[in-house]
């Protein structure tokens, strides 16, 4: 009974404290209850990246996202009719649809059903059937998997038979034959070709090719096309990248951005830690269309800077400090990061809450600015500025007013929204001083996106000079795709060309370039 009224006594306890210490608990308790809140949507937010959908794309982009294993499940309607047949040319073919077109000059195999002499019999009077036309029944797609053969290279040797009968020397002259794509190996160009394009455009890394090979017969090792990439890359690829790059300096618009690439073997560097790939493309209006990545040790500005030195011009970017030490150069920063960071905002809170928030208001001002720019993107640069002047300029001197009305906490992710779109405002707002920039840094982003689904697959590069050979192979692929060309017939083209001539001599890398490709194939059709 004692111990309870002890309990009690201390429980009904006052205890006195100065004003100041009473102060100074009541402000540590605010910072506890803004840490706990912010951690809160921090924990909040990340569960929402990790098992929730991407907030930058609408529910059709979200549909499109099918698991593969599910996928045949998922896109069939078994409801939707088949393609009905056109005329074209007194033959038939399927209409063409959004979704299933096959190409004009695709060839075509065709099937004839015939009776035989034994059947050409009439069953009426027993006399012989003659052909009095022919009929289209159906059209199928017939896909034919890769299929490998050997190439033999056979050099015929030619004598002077005069000088067999009348000279004691007789020469002998062979053919030539091309050099090959590598010295003393069994590669083809179409080989070499075909196992970057299927590793650094289709995302399949060499242990799934080398098991894909297998099933055919073919005992090609991992390690063997890899060195096939390493050295293609670094004897063929590099002068035509140079050259490229000497073009993407010397352009007006430039979109860059970087992402995370680990290298097992580099020197000085622990397998884990963090390299960088980093990666640069021309803007939509420039001559020349370049994709380059670059592989560096690290996220320091000095690459960057040594990467683009002599560029002079606007540089879309994000809002990595790197960039904005770089000189000459104009920075036009990513109005989709600042419209992400309100989305995380908004992701924090409860759904009930988000219509009417602060973070909703901001994310629409955003919205309207990129709904301003899918509404021009077809006119002329000329035109934008002037479109964007009389739309958007309202909507960012409304917007700049709103952000400075507020006072969000600083630990909150709408304060971090906020800030951060104050902080970056001239930078955000410079793609309003010319009709060729965008409002976004999505062309150089899609060049990060593609690398990072290759890298999904490989996870890491094993040595320097692995992850070189990776940048060399995706400039390549890349650029072939912005230019609208099949990146296995470019290479292929490459790797038939390269060795043939002396790329010392620059006429003679221009002769390898994208355009040259483009030429190339108009003579040949």
């Known amino acids: 009974m004692k111990n309870v009224e002890n309990i009690e006594k201390i429980a009904t306890e006052t205890i006195m404290i100065s004003r100041e210490e009473y102060d100074k608990l009541i402000d540590e308790n605010q910072k506890m209850q803004k840490q706990i809140q912010w951690l809160m949507e921090t924990i909040k937010l990340k569960n929402n990246k990790i098992f929730g959908s991407s907030s930058e794309k609408t529910s059709q982009e979200e549909s499109d996202q099918i698991s593969i294993f599910n996928e045949a499940e998922v896109e069939s309607n078994l409801t939707v009719p088949e393609p009905e047949l056109e005329e074209v040319k007194a033959h038939y073919r399927k209409k063409r649809s959004k979704k299933d077109r096959l190409p004009e000059d695709l060839p075509v195999e065709e099937i004839e059903y015939t009776l035989s002499e034994e059947e050409q019999v009439c069953p009426i009077c027993n006399e012989k059937l003659h ?28 004598a002077c038979r005069n000088c067999e009968k009348t000279n004691t020397e007789v020469p002998v002259i062979k053919a030539p034959v091309p050099n090959a794509v590598i010295r003393g190996g069994f590669a083809s160009p179409e080989a070499v070709a075909y196992i970057i394009t299927q590793k650094y455009l289709m995302d399949i890394p060499l242990y799934r090719q080398e098991q894909d090979f297998k099933r055919k017969d073919i005992l090609l090792s991992r390690q063997t096309m890899s060195n096939w990439i390493i050295k293609s890359s670094h004897m063929w690829l590099e002068p035509i990248y140079r050259k490229l790059h000497e073009r993407l300096v010397a352009s007006e618009v430039i979109h860059a951005d970087e992402t995370i690439l680990q290298v097992l073997k580099e020197p000085g560097k622990k397998p884990q830690s963090k390299s960088y790939m980093w990666l640069y493309r021309t803007g939509q209006y420039e001559k020349y269309q370049i994709a380059l990545y670059k592989y560096e040790r690290s996220r320091s500005t000095k690459h960057a800077e040594e990467y683009l030195k002599g560029f002079s011009g606007y540089l879309h970017c994000d809002g990595y400090q790197g960039y904005k030490n770089i000189k000459n150069a104009v920075i036009v920063q990513c109005f989709a990061h600042a419209r992400r960071k309100f989305d995380e905002a908004l992701k924090c809170l409860k759904t009930e809450e988000r219509k009417t928030s602060k973070a909703m208001i901001g994310y629409e001002y955003c919205n309207k600015l990129f709904e301003i720019e899918r509404n021009i993107k077809e006119l002329s640069p000329e035109e934008k500025l002037k479109k964007r002047q009389e739309l958007s300029r309202p909507i960012l001197d409304e917007f700049l007013v709103w952000l400075k009305s507020l006072n969000p906490a600083k630990q909150s992710h709408l304060g971090n929204a906020v800030n951060y779109t104050l902080n970056n405002w001239e930078n955000l707002n410079n793609y309003m001083l010319d009709g060729r920039l965008s409002i976004s840094n999505n062309s150089a982003e899609h060049l990060a996106k593609s690398f990072a689904l290759c890298r999904k697959n490989f996870l890491f590069s094993n040595t320097p000079k692995g992850a070189d050979s990776s940048a060399l192979a995706m400039s390549m692929v ?33 002769k390898l370039l994208p355009e040259a490709f483009k030429n190339e194939k108009k003579k040949d059709s």
């Open 478 to 510: 890349e650029t072939a795709k912005i230019n609208n060309i099949d990146a296995y017939e470019y290479l292929t083209y490459i790797f038939k060309n390269a060795p043939q001539l002396d790329l010392e001599k620059e006429e003679n890398i221009e």
């Open 131 to 158: 052909v009095i036309g022919k009929e289209t029944v159906r059209e199928e797609l017939k896909i034919i998997p890769a299929k490998a053969v050997i190439v033999r290279h056979v050099r015929y040797s030619y």
